[in-house]
């Protein structure tokens, strides 16, 4: 696969690149809740009301695709009542916010297994996508009922029942084809994975996608998450000296160099 193409659009060549997919693990919604002695379910109603100020500032800042994660495949081990909570959350959602999406261009896609989904969410999922699907702003791409291991498995069971009908050949079956077969086909894959909370795992968060995604763990819980935490991560992220297993720029600073000084460079 090839890097995702992060031009700055500043224009400055010597800039570093601004990161044009971000995926942002939602985390901390019961912990701010907790905090505050408030029940876990109004941790999550003011994490819809981060959702909204990220959506407006991935826009500002140039983010052509923000991927959120709002419901893993595990979720469903929580209790059945915060489990309706989140339900009922993502209903009021899509129905309170789409008309003001898709009046701002926004394109909403879902990622995540469609089984399970009760039927109404499918429904307005549906209608999410449907209505936004020719839009030309900002990709905004919500994981629900979406866990990377599901999403792998669904894309090589694809791969398998083709190789059966004798559609394609076991040997042409390369990365570009299997990423294809992904909930994520089309779409780039993330230069920046932040993670709120302070928690630092992927928690079966795009693991096929996230190969080569700059990481960055920030302490603020979600429902506290605004403009200036993502801002704080673009910044992090361009301070990065990304090299998908090549060399190092000739340029960027050796982080050994202090303790080693006199390390030998490989040329
Ligand atoms: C994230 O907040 C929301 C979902 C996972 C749905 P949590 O509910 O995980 O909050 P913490 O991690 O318990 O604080
Ligand atoms: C990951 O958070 C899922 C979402 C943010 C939707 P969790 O809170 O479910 O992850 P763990 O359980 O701490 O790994
Ligand atoms: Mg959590």
């Not at 791969?159 to 004798?166: P, R, S, W």
Request: glycine share 8%.
């Amino acid at each position: 696969m090839t890097p995702t193409d992060s031009s700055d659009p500043s224009g400055d060549a010597h800039a570093a690149p601004c990161p044009q997919h971000v995926a942002i693990i939602m985390d901390g919604n019961g912990r701010w809740a907790a905090k505050r002695h408030l029940p876990r379910a109004e941790g999550h109603r003011r994490g819809v009301e981060a959702v909204r100020r990220v959506v407006e500032a991935a826009g500002n800042e140039g983010i052509a695709c923000l991927t959120l994660f709002s419901f893993s495949s595990e979720n469903w081990s929580r209790p059945a009542g915060e489990v309706s909570d989140l339900m009922r959350l993502i209903r009021l959602f899509i129905r309170s916010d789409l008309a003001r999406l898709h009046a701002k261009g926004v394109r909403v896609r879902i990622i995540g297994a469609e089984e399970g989904v009760p039927e109404d969410i499918a429904a307005l999922i549906h209608e999410a996508e449907s209505k936004t699907a020719d839009n030309q702003g900002l990709i905004l791409q919500v994981a629900f009922n979406y866990g990377a291991r599901d999403e792998i498995v669904r894309a090589a069971r694809r791969m398998a029942e083709l190789a059966l009908k004798g559609d394609v050949a076991p040997s042409a079956i390369t990365e570009e084809l299997f990423a294809a077969a992904l909930d994520t086909s089309g779409i780039p894959d993330p230069d920046l994975i932040i993670r709120t909370s302070g928690e630092q795992r992927l928690s079966n968060f795009l693991l096929w996608q996230g190969a080569y995604a700059e990481l960055v763990f920030l302490p603020v819980l979600w429902p506290d998450f605004c403009a200036e935490h993502l801002r704080e991560a673009v910044e992090i992220f361009r301070s990065r000296d990304r090299r998908f297993g090549g060399r190092p720029e000739e340029a960027a600073p050796d982080p050994l160099a202090k303790d080693v000084p006199a390390r030998e460079k490989h040329a």
